[in-house]
């Protein structure tokens, strides 16, 4: 199986430490790093999340995205996040669809749109990539219209959809999935419950379930059983620490 990604890419960064006192300078905690991990994101967790369940890829990406950065400051004995820096957030630039035409689309067995709405996807780059192949899966944080109206699944999480739900028509709703975090997920007015677990980071789950389901579905072409699995990865992922893959 082999996937073609499309989006825009971060460099995810946590600093994980402990707090020990106030600021004499400032009412403020200091904080003191204990260890750092970092990773590709956004469109990168996608691809990283692909490849842990075995598929081939290739992401089609900004070129600059280790450059672009989110640094998150988190306790490690509660979990809990006092700050997150963002560099160079204005710095995607834009996506030439000639490199997207380049592609031979007939060595992929999908595409995922993983649009996180930096203005490196324009709704008119959006449609033209719907129709570079027959089996595309968007997932999308802009308000939807009639430039998604090609795509296979849209997935959106139940914020996304309360912010452009009179927006959408009855041909896009047949394609939504929409994803209710600890509610699990809805798809055509059918409900897909998960677990209670307990959650340490929900950052990246949505990268994950687009993953996932978009691997299932291509292997079984069946909705219902893609979903569960998408629901499965997911649930495992916001039970670690930081920005993960599914295992």
């Known amino acids: 199986m082999k996937i073609l990604v499309i989006g825009e890419s971060c460099k995810d960064v946590f600093h994980y430490g402990e707090t020990y006192r106030l600021c004499p300078e400032a009412p403020v905690p200091v904080f003191k790093t204990i260890s750092i991990e970092q990773n590709g994101g956004m469109a990168k967790n996608v691809q990283n999340n692909l490849d842990f369940l075995g598929v081939t890829t290739s992401l089609l990406t900004n070129e600059n995205w280790e450059s672009i950065t989110k640094t998150r400051f988190v306790d490690l004995r509660t979990n809990h996040m006092f700050l997150r820096v963002d560099q160079n ?3 995607y630039g834009s996506l030439l669809l000639e490199k997207a035409r380049s592609y031979d689309m007939s060595a992929y067995d999908g595409i995922i749109v993983s649009d996180y709405n930096k203005g490196w996807l324009t709704p008119s780059a959006l449609l033209e990539i719907s129709k570079l192949h027959d089996l595309v899966f968007l997932d999308t944080k802009k308000a939807l219209g009639e430039w998604c109206k090609y795509y296979s699944f849209i997935k959106i999480n139940n914020k996304e959809y309360e ?3 009179h927006t959408i028509t009855d041909n896009v709703r047949k394609k939504l999935i929409i994803t209710r975090g600890p509610n699990g997920s809805e798809h055509l007015g059918r409900a897909y ?13 949505g990268d994950t379930f687009i993953a996932s389901f978009a691997k299932k579905f291509i292997e079984t072409v069946n909705v219902e059983e893609s979903i569960i699995y998408a629901n499965e990865c997911s649930t495992k992922v916001v039970q670690k620490r930081g920005v993960s893959v599914c295992g």
């Open 163 to 165: 912010a452009t739900r």
């Open 89 to 91: 957030d204005d710095q």
């Open 193 to 205: 419950k998960v677990p209670v677990v307990e959650v340490k980071d929900t950052s990246g789950a």
